[in-house]
């Protein structure tokens, strides 16, 4: 690809998924052609945010929502509209978060790097809970009472960090949450698919969720979506956008943004470092659209069938499939710590899934494969892995 070549940048063969560091999946002609088109003319950036909450609100069920630059910068904006809410003198202030509720319960077990979007904001995590379960030393993990006892008149939200075993239930904290009218802001950047999380994690009344839309979603690596109650995303765009503008001549989308709850013009906030480009938020939108139409069968068949074709090109390997939302081929290797790293080390550099590197697997994703990989790979694999039957 000559743009690549031009920048003496030698493309790899992803067999990884799409992972930041890999440079998220591949985007599709369409998606593509739509972000050309967008490129190519200019619009008032809030209006175009105002249209996405329209597609989002009817594809997710929230009230509202935006493109972000990420589900991380959905994080961010996020926790800083839980601090802020409508008031432009606590937007102006943070990260400096004194003087008003500050503080973010989560329960242990959910902390991650990821959290670090969050604390940006100025938030300051409160952990409750022990992850006695992981430890192997008990079946507990975190319970209702043990965030209600961590309420103070300093919490400001919640921060649910939502995986398949996450606890308690997010249904639970929601309603202990709300009980106590603090919102709950939740992490569900790679919970998709199953394409029904779009619409069944907003429906369980939380109150703003971080989606990412450079992963499954297939949309721009650099985008994702904030979804969630239409006051909160109103504080998440407010700090988002551009706002170098004077308060007469500002005539934002009531749907949006309504003028009438704001005392004045907010300046610019501290997700104006998180901004968004008009391409990428048609791209994400576009991307969105196909992923919620697309049969959750039928995307996980199109995966499948690549990872055959690869099998039909390496018959000696004995590939064994990894059912679940995305199909994974793995490879048992007597070497796989080595082989990966000379995979990536090769030309062209090969990048597998090292997730399963303790049980000397390695892990093949079909998600980021072109078709032209296929004979690559599976020569590559042949040359380089061992066997584990051979060892
Ligand atoms: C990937 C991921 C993120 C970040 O998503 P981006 O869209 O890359 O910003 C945040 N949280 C979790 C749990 C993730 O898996």
Redesign the pocket.
Known sequence: MSVYADLGVTPIINAKGPS?RVSGGLLSPLVTAAMAEAAGLCVDMADLQAAASRVLARITGAEAGIVTS????G?LLGAAACLARLDPARMAQLPDATGFPNEFIVVRSQR?A?DHAVRASGARLVEVGLPDRYAGAGIRDAEPWEIAAAITPATAAILY?LTPHSQPPLAAVVALAHRHNLPVLV?A??QLPPASNLRSIPGTGADLVAF????AVNGPQGS?ILCGRRDLIMSAILQNLDLDLDWHSWNPPPDLIDKQLLPGLPVNGIGRSAKIGKETIVGLLTALERFAAEPDDARAARHLHLLNQLGDLAPDLSFTLRPGAVPLFGLSAANAREALVELQNGQPSIHLDPSALDNNTLLINPTCLRHDDLPILASRLRAVVIPSSKQ
């Not at 990420?70 to 910068?73: I, K, L, Q, R, S």
């Not at 990412?212 to 992963?215: A, R």
Request: aromatic share 6%.
């Open positions: 930041t990420g589900a991380a910068a994080l991650n990821y960090v992490d950047a790679a990412s839309g450079g992963k994702g």
